[in-house]
C-alpha cells in the first residue's frame, strides 16, 4: 500500500450536501485524506491517479445487510416477511462456519466493487465474518445474529467474546451487538443485549416495525409500539441502528428523534417483501438520522448502493407524489454522511483528518453523462450503477480497480462461492 | 454479419413466462432463430459463440423513449410534470437536426449496451433519429413528436412524407404516428393522426393519464377522461400504444381492455415526476397488454431495461403489499414478448421464424450468482444489470460485445454526443 496517493482531475464531491463539487485534487496519506484542493497541484506522492471522467466522492456506506444470504440469492421469492423467514430458516441453521466465511467474502467483494467502503452485517457465524472482513480489507460492523428462539443462532457470551478480541485488534472491523428483533428474542435478552452495548460503549442492531404484522403483534402482547417496547427496554439512543421502521406512528418518530436513535432504510426488502413504504422524508424532518442499506441478498437482490440511493430517491417522490422530496444531494448525504454517523466511523466526508474511505465513479458513460458539477449528484443517484466504480479505497488502501479486486487472493472467490451457492441450494432441494 | 451463428452452453429462456429455462444451443441462420435445443449438438454453423456463465433471452423492447433528452440528463431535476415539461421546452425548441441524430445515436448505443433490441423513440426530428437508428442498427419505431401547440415539433405532413419513405425500405426501423397528448395537440390533430396511422396500417403513439391533474383538466375540457376521449377520436385499438396510464379509472381500464390498447408503463418517470404509480397488475388482470419503457433520460436518468423490470417489480409489490403479485418471469414476458406486441415486431421470445434479436447476460459474477434454471428469471430482473449483458444481437446481426458497440464506426460517439451535450447545457445557461 503506498504511503501517499494523490487523485487528479476528479469532479470531487468532497461532502456532497455542502457545496458544489469541483474539479480537483485529493491527496491521502497514511490512510487518511490529508487535503482536498480545486484544480491540479505538484505532488511528491509515490502514486499519481489520472482521474478525468469520473467523480470523487467518500465511499457508500451500507448500514444493514446479511452476509449468510447471497449465496443463494434467486431462492425464496414471492414471500411476505413472515412466510419468507420460515422459509430461509432451514437453510440458515445448515449453515456452517466455513460457508458462512466464503458468503462473507463474497458479499464484501460485491459491495466493495459496487462502492461500498463500509458494512454492517448481521451474520449467524460472526468470527467468520470478522475474519473475512479483516482479510479483504472493507471497513465492517459486525452485529452478530442473536436471536434466542433459533438455537442455530450465536448467543450474547459469543458476542462478548468477539468484542473483547475486536477491542485488541485494529479499528477498521467492529462489533455491534446484534438482536434479530422483538419477535424472535425474549425481552430478557433485549435488555441484556442493550446493557452488554452499554458496557463496551457500542453499538446495537435490531430489526423494528418492518411490518404492520408485526406492529400489531408487539402491541397485542406488550400494550405498546415495537419502538416504544425497544425504549423501555433501554434498547434505543445514540448507538442503536434499527433496520427498516416502516410502521413507525408519530409517538414512534417522535421517541426516534429524541433519542437519537439511527435508522437503516431498505427500500428494496420493504417493497419486495411486500412489507410497505417507510416514512423516510418525514422521519428527516423530524431530525432522525436515516441511513441506507441493502438487507440481505435474497430480499433486494443486488448489493448495490447505487441501486440503494435510487430506490430511496424515486420510491419517496412517487410515493408522496412530490417530485421536490429528497433531492440527489440529500440521498447521496444519506448514502455517505448519516451512514457513517450510524455506524460511528471516522469517513463520510472527504475532509482532512478523516480515513481515506473513498470512490470514483465514471461519469462520462453513455448512460452517465454529461458531467458537470450542477448535475453529477443527480447522475451519480439517478443514472450511475455500481458497475461505473472503478476504483474503491478503504483507509487509503486500494481494494478494487476498473471492476476487480486488487489482491490476487481473490482471484478464484467468484468460483468458490459460486460453488457454496450450488452445494448450498442443492442440500436443500434434498432435504 | 456471420449468415449462421450458434450460441452454446447458454442457460436458454425462449419464453420467459413458458417453461424452465434449460442449458442449451440456439442457432441462427440469415437473421432469424433456426432452433432452439437443450444441450450441446453438432453444427457447421460460421461462427460459434460459447456462453457458459450467461442467460440467453430475447432481446428486451423499451417502448417509450425520447432520444433527444439523453444528451443533457441531470438537468431539471425536481420539477413536477407540467412544471417539467415548462422547462425542458427551451432546450427542446432548440434542438437542431444534426445535434438530435448524435443524440440518437448516443440513445441507441446506452440502449443496446444495456440490452434493448427495440426501441420506441418519440423524437423532435424524426429523420435524424430514423437515420441514425438504421446505421446503428437497432430495431426502431420511430414516433415523431407531434404537438400543433408546440410550433418547434413535427409535423404530421412530415410524419406522412417518413411513412411513405420507411414503407420502401427494410422493415427494421419503422414509422408510428407520434401525438404528444391531448392537451399539446388539438382535438382535430389527435383524430388526423388516427386516421392516418389507419390509412399506413401503421401504430399510434401518445401520452395519456400520467398525471391526476391532466385528467381533471381533459375532465373539465370535455366531459370525460382522457382515454375515453381518445376512444371518442377513434385513437385505440390494437395498433394504439399509450405511454403511462397512471390515473386510470375503472371505465377507462374496461375500455383498454375492450379495444386491445397497448400500455408503456414508465416506472421511473412517474416515480421521479411524482405523477404517481400506474395500476399494471389490475390493467394486467383485465387483459390488457402492460410494455415496459425507460421514457426519456432526464425522466429516468438511465436508459437500462433491467433497472426499469426491477423498478416495474418491486414498486408493484411494495405499494399493493403483495409480494406475489408481478413474478420474475411476468415482468420479464412483459419486458420482450409484450413489448414485441405493443411495437408490433416479430420478435420477443426465441422461437423459429422469429427475428434473431437477443441478448446474453452474465449470471456468474458476485451480485448475480448462482446461476441455476431456478432462480434465473428472478436474477435477471432483481440482481442483474445492464451492464451485465456481453452480447447484444438484432435481426442475427452483433451489435455489441463486452460492453462495447462491435462497429469501429462508433469508437468517438461517446465523445461527440458529451461535446454535444455540453453544447446544449451551455446554450440554456446563456439563455
Redesign the interface.
Known sequence: MSRSIVIRNALILAQPSAGQPVFGQVEIRYGRIASVAAGEHASDAEEIIDAAGCALLPGLVNTHAHSHS??????A????LDA?LAAIESEQSQLTEEQEYIAAL?TY??AL??GTTAILDMCLHPRAAYRAAREIGIRAVIAPYVADSKPFTPTLAETTSLLDLAAAEDDRVRVFVGLHDLESCSDAQIAEGAALARRFATGLHLHCSETEGQVARTRSRTGVTPVARLGALRALGKRTVLAHCVWVDDADRRLLAETGTHVAHCP?A????????APVVDLRRRGVNVALGTDG?KA?????PF?VM??A???Q????????VL??IEILDMATRCGAAALDIPAGALVPGLAADLILVRL?????????P???A??LV???????VVLTMVAGEILTRSGRLVSERWDS??DD??RV??EL?AAQSLT
Open positions: 447471497s449465496l443463494t440469492r434467486g431462492s421469492e414471492g414471500a411476505a419468507w463474497a467483494a460485491e466493487l459496487s428494496h420493504n417493497l419486495k417483501l411486500g412489507s410497505g413504504v441478498a433486494n437482490n443486488r448489493l448495490d441501486d435510487k430506490f430517491s424515486l420510491v417522490k412517487g410515493v408522496l407524489r412530490d417530485p421536490a433531492p440527489p462520462d458513460d453513455f448512460h452517465t453523462q454529461p458531467m458537470l450542477d448535475n453529477a443527480a447522475n439517478h443514472a450511475a450503477r455500481g458497475s461505473d472467490l467468484a462461492s459460486r451457492g450450488l441450494i
